[in-house]
């Protein structure tokens, strides 16, 4: 159940990602509503931060002595 959690909210952050530097949601690209987002910078900035939070967590699978089991 740890895994799975930490898989969606590394999409989710993957996606805020995407948000933050394209203003393009991946989400509401596959299951539809607005693709487009217009946010403010500071918005942008956060989204950005946040998707570089989980493209770090993406190492959280590799080791060996993580939390998640």
Same mark, same amino acid.
Request: glycine fraction near 8%; charge should be negative; avoid cysteine.
């Given at each position: 159940?740890?895994? #799975? ?11 805020? #990602? ?8 991946? $989400?509401?690209?596959? =299951?539809?509503?607005? $693709? ?5 910078? =500071? ?6 931060? $946040? ?8 190492? =959280?699978? =590799?080791?060996?002595?993580? $939390?998640?089991?």
């Amino acid at each position: 159940m740890s895994r #799975l959690a930490l898989t969606l909210i590394i999409i989710g952050a993957l996606n805020w #990602l995407l948000v933050g530097i394209f203003e393009w949601d991946l $989400v509401s690209a596959i =299951f539809g509503g607005e $693709v487009h987002r217009d946010s403010s910078a =500071f918005s942008r900035i956060i989204y950005t931060l $946040v998707g570089l939070a989980g493209l770090y967590s993406i190492s =959280f699978f =590799f080791q060996d002595d993580a $939390v998640v089991k």
